[in-house]
Structures are given as structure tokens and as C-alpha cells.
């Protein structure tokens, strides 16, 4: 299996403009994950999808961050408008729920710079 | 409430030596998980080894061993004979799987180890 894939795996955009992250998951996993990782506030799990339906989305700091799963393949993390405070690395992360556990396989994350 | 701490922000050793990353985790449940990831500098996330709550047995793979303890709640773990190759950010992690359960993933801050030859 590829993993978890993250595409772009990096991304320099100017304040206001629209960023677009995306995620490919372990096939056959029905977990999957956003987080984003920053120096000042470590990794901050942000929304998680079972079998394509959001779940939690109470970590999504405001309106500006929006997430979707239209198939179990395919994942996507918009920023609408960006702003500098934005920069991070984003991860995607995917498990397969076969107990009361969830070991989480992490893609390569994006890093995000907004100027 | 559910916490992870990681007390330890940054520990530098020379190769060869020892050296124990600690762990100490708050939880609301009678049964959860334990984690440990490695974050090498490349970026990613290495999932390194999960324990349950009811077993408290150590665990030793190769140079890396875990010491779980309830009565402390404390997840620490060893690196034996430290490489360079170790140097990376640690991070331990709890996921709460009985009645409050909510397949989160609650990580620590981190431990930066720097491994110097």
C-alpha cells in the first residue's frame, strides 16, 4: 500500500487567497483524520470523518476552514480567505476501526505558508 | 479530563548513551490506549507502538523499550545505546476507548531528542 498521500506537499499562497489541501487514505480505512501541527500549539486534531461523514469537527478554528469527503478515497481541507496565522503543517492521517483502538498512520503533511 | 504531558521539551545526549523520554497522561476511562511517534526531521509521523490499559507489561523492541505504570499513570520511554539516527521529536498520545470513547487521538507537546556523535 502507498500510505497516506497529501498533495501539495508544500504551498506558499498570499494573505486573502484560497488554499486547497487534499488526502488520499489507506484504502479500505473508514477513519480519517485532519491535523495541524504548529510550534506554539503542537498537534491539534482539527475534524475526523467516519466512513466519509464528519464526526467532530469542534477543533476547525473558525468559518474560514472547511473539510469534506465526497468518497472514502478522497478528502479535501479548504482555507477561505487564508491568513498568516494559517501557516502550519497540515496532516492527514487515516486507521481502520477493527476494535475499541485506532492506531493512525499519518500521511507527509503540507506545509502551508501564507504571506 | 483527558491530558498528555510530556515534561521534557528538549534532551541532548551523545551517541551511545541512554535515555528515557517521560510520559504522563490524565484520563477519564478504565480502558484506553497508548502511544508513541516518532517525528524524524523529514516531517512525517512514525507510529512506533501502542499499549492497552490493561497491560502493563514493558515492552522491548531492539534498542526501544516501553515502561507502562498505571499507579503513576506514566507511558516512559527508553532508547538504549542512542543513535543519530534517533534524533527526532518523540510525541505520546492517549486514546480513551471504554465509555468515553470518541476515537480521538490526544497527543502530547513533544520531545525534541538530539543525538549527537
Known amino acids: 500500500d502507498a500510505g497516506v498521500i497529501q498533495s501539495p506537499r508544500h504551498e506558499v499562497t498570499e494573505m486573502g487567497q484560497e488554499v486547497t489541501l487534499r488526502c488520499k487514505p489507506i484504502?479500505?480505512?473508514?477513519?480519517l483524520f485532519w491535523y495541524r501541527q504548529t510550534m506554539m500549539r503542537g498537534l491539534e486534531l482539527l475534524i475526523y470523518?467516519?466512513?466519509?461523514?464528519?464526526?467532530?469537527d469542534s477543533g476547525m478554528p473558525e468559518d474560514r476552514f472547511s473539510a469534506k469527503m465526497p468518497n472514502a478515497s478522497f478528502s479535501t481541507l479548504k482555507i477561505q480567505p487564508s491568513e498568516p496565522r494559517d501557516s502550519a503543517v497540515y496532516f492527514c492521517?487515516?486507521?481502520?476501526?477493527?476494535?475499541?483502538?485506532?492506531?493512525?498512520?499519518f500521511g507527509p503533511g503540507t506545509r502551508l505558508t501564507v504571506l | 479530563a483527558q491530558k498528555v504531558t510530556q515534561a521534557q521539551t528538549e534532551i541532548s545526549v551523545v551517541e551511545k548513551e541512554d535515555v528515557t523520554l517521560d510520559c504522563v497522561y490524565e484520563?477519564?476511562?478504565?480502558?484506553?490506549?497508548l502511544f508513541w511517534y516518532k517525528q524524524p526531521p523529514s516531517g512525517e509521523l512514525v507510529f512506533l507502538i501502542r499499549?492497552?490499559?490493561?497491560?502493563?507489561q514493558n515492552e522491548i523492541s531492539g534498542r526501544y523499550s516501553w515502561n507502562f505504570q498505571k499507579s503513576t499513570s506514566s507511558f516512559n520511554f527508553t532508547i538504549t545505546a542512542s543513535q543519530v539516527v534517533d534524533s527526532a521529536v518523540y510525541f505520546c498520545?492517549?486514546?480513551?476507548?471504554?465509555?468515553?470513547?470518541?476515537?480521538?487521538?490526544?497527543f502530547g507537546t513533544g520531545t525534541r531528542l538530539q543525538v549527537f556523535p
Open positions: 492521517a487515516s486507521s481502520l476501526r477493527t476494535g475499541p483502538y485506532n492506531e493512525q498512520f
Open positions: 484504502s479500505g480505512h473508514d477513519y
Open positions: 470523518f467516519n466512513n466519509n461523514v464528519p464526526i467532530d
Open positions: 484520563t477519564r476511562d478504565t480502558t484506553y490506549y
Open positions: 499499549r492497552n490499559s490493561f497491560d502493563e
Open positions: 498520545a492517549l486514546s480513551e476507548a471504554g465509555t468515553y470513547n470518541t476515537d480521538k487521538l490526544i
